[in-house]
């Protein structure tokens, strides 16, 4: 059987639709308006065959610059809209643990209705105490990496 086959979708809070993405520009941070990036993993969506399932894997969240580490702890995610994960810090990363989720491989119609099984919705929050003093327009880039156990 094939490995699994995993696609990421986003949205923004104000979008309607998920789009296949490796990548989304979330918007410019102010202290009236968090950043909120809604995220959908799937293992095998639309698949016409079955293939591994995905399990026992982390995900790593980590800023381009080292230095922007300590802006991890401004940031939530939640699993499934119901639970807010523990984002462990650690040589600069953050990382979200699943040892206790699986995302199957079979074949599936690609609906979020029909296969709840096949993915994992995230959502992404960047929200600081209205004293923190950050920089005005400065960039970050924020990465997502699957990272199997």
Same mark, same amino acid.
């Given at each position: 059987?094939?490995?699994?086959?995993?696609?990421? &979708?986003?949205?923004?809070?104000?979008?309607?639709?998920?789009?296949?993405?490796?990548?989304?520009? @979330?918007?410019? &941070? !102010?202290? #009236?308006?968090?950043?909120?990036?809604?995220?959908?993993?799937?293992?095998?969506?639309?698949?016409? #065959?079955?293939?591994?399932?995905?399990?026992?894997?982390?995900?790593?969240? &980590?800023?381009?610059? #080292?230095?922007?580490?300590?802006?991890?702890?401004?940031?939530? =995610?939640?699993?499934?809209?119901? #639970?807010?994960? !523990?984002?462990?810090? !650690?040589?600069?990363?953050?990382?979200?643990?699943?040892?206790?989720?699986?995302?199957?491989? =079979?074949?599936?119609?690609?609906?979020?209705?029909?296969?709840?099984?096949? &993915?994992?919705?995230?959502?992404?929050?960047?929200? @600081?105490?209205?004293?923190?003093?950050?920089? =005005?327009?400065?960039?970050?880039?924020?990465?997502?990496?699957?990272?199997?156990?």
């Amino acid at each position: 059987m094939n490995d699994p086959i995993i696609t990421w &979708y986003a949205k923004l809070d104000n979008d309607t639709e998920f789009n296949k993405t490796n990548e989304i520009y @979330a918007g410019s &941070y !102010t202290k #009236e308006n968090s950043i909120n990036v809604n995220m959908q993993i799937w293992n095998n969506r639309w698949g016409t #065959e079955d293939v591994q399932p995905l399990n026992n894997f982390n995900i790593n969240i &980590y800023f381009d610059k #080292e230095e922007d580490f300590i802006l991890l702890d401004y940031c939530t =995610v939640v699993l499934n809209k119901t #639970e807010i994960l !523990t984002i462990n810090k !650690t040589d600069k990363i953050g990382v979200l643990t699943f040892d206790q989720i699986e995302l199957s491989g =079979v074949l599936n119609d690609g609906t979020i209705e029909n296969n709840p099984n096949n &993915y994992i919705s995230l959502d992404f929050i960047f929200k @600081a105490p209205n004293n923190t003093r950050l920089k =005005v327009n400065d960039l970050k880039t924020l990465f997502f990496e699957i990272i199997p156990l």
